[in-house]
């Protein structure tokens, strides 16, 4: 199973101006839930746009990815009920993020060849969205999330978890690539206040304050 590989096959036969990368464990629940995407995805200077995914029970699975949790990157209000508002409303507000889940993630055809698609090599399976979108944001295009293109996603449903065997080992790979590649720069999420936690995903804050110059 190769995600990557999957999706840049799938963009070489595509004959559209934009690609709607789109897993296929995923339910629309929100009418207009392309043309929401693409509002965005059309507007010059934007490079990638991700929508709201929920787990089965109504809890938040993906709300854009902030880079620094738990040393690479982790998915924004995870587990919060979806019917909160989050925090500072950011779970009913378009904005800016370091990256957007790859599950449902919107992006101009042009650009995706032009930075060569998903990473088929380093990133079969983990981190390939994160990967793309901070090579989007170190070309200058912006990266935004959407709660109004609000989907279920049932996680792994037709190929597993990657917590044991050789999956777990290739995830930590992967994990370890990401770090390698972005090194300290996955640390300074420029969306994400540097006073909450890099521990959890849950907006709360920090126990260890930053340093003067990192603010």
Known sequence: FNFSAINNLGADAAKGEHLLLLNNDIEITTPGFVRELLSYSQQPGVGAVGAKLLYPDGTIQHAGVIVGINGTAGHSHKGLDAKNGGDLNRLVTTQNYSAVTGA??????????????????????????VDFCMRIRDMGWQVLF?????????????????????????????????KGRFGDSLLRDPFYNPNLTLDMEDFSESRVLPKYDEV
């Open 104 to 129: 449902a993630l919107m992006v101009k055809a042009e650009l995706y060849h032009e930075l060569g698609g998903l990473n088929e090599t380093d990133f079969a399976v983990a981190f390939n969205d």
């Open 146 to 178: 959407t709660p109004y293109a609000e989907c279920y996603h049932y996680e792994s449903k037709s190929r597993g978890s990657d917590k044991k065997g050789e999956k777990k080992e290739r995830f930590e790979g992967e994990r370890n690539r990401l």
